[in-house]
């Protein structure tokens, strides 16, 4: 079984930081491409990072030059540095991954950047 953990959202003030964590679970995850998304109240959810296995990242444009994404193979998770959060930041953000055909997603961490 396929299990995503998100961890590491909270509350911070506008121009704060947070990192968060996701750990995987039930896939070879040194060879997965891991994904974060954002769901706003009331919005779609978009995608916000992802990484390849060779740890190519690519990068919303609104997030570009202020959040980054890494991976830690040996600990099979995937984080996300997020600075100089903004107010419109705020969302639940999920991991992601696909795998033998199946996308599979975590259950989310609530970021809240306050103004």
């Known amino acids: 079984q396929v299990y995503l953990v998100e961890s590491g959202g909270g509350l911070v003030q506008a121009g704060g930081s947070l990192k968060l964590s996701c750990r995987a679970s039930?896939?070879?995850?040194?060879?997965?491409?891991m994904n974060w998304y954002r769901q706003a109240s009331g919005k779609e959810r978009e995608a916000v990072a992802n990484?390849?296995?060779?740890?190519?990242?690519n990068y919303a444009d609104s997030v570009k030059g202020r959040f980054e994404i890494s991976r830690l193979n040996a600990w099979n998770t995937v984080f996300l540095q997020m600075n100089n959060l903004q107010p419109e930041d705020t969302a639940v953000y999920y991991c992601?991954?696909?795998?033998?055909?199946?996308?599979?997603w975590g259950r989310g961490t609530q970021v809240t950047v306050s103004s």
């Open positions: 992601k991954t696909r795998w033998k055909n199946r996308d599979f």
């Open positions: 990484i390849t296995m060779n740890g190519f990242a």
């Open positions: 039930g896939i070879n995850f040194s060879i997965a491409t």
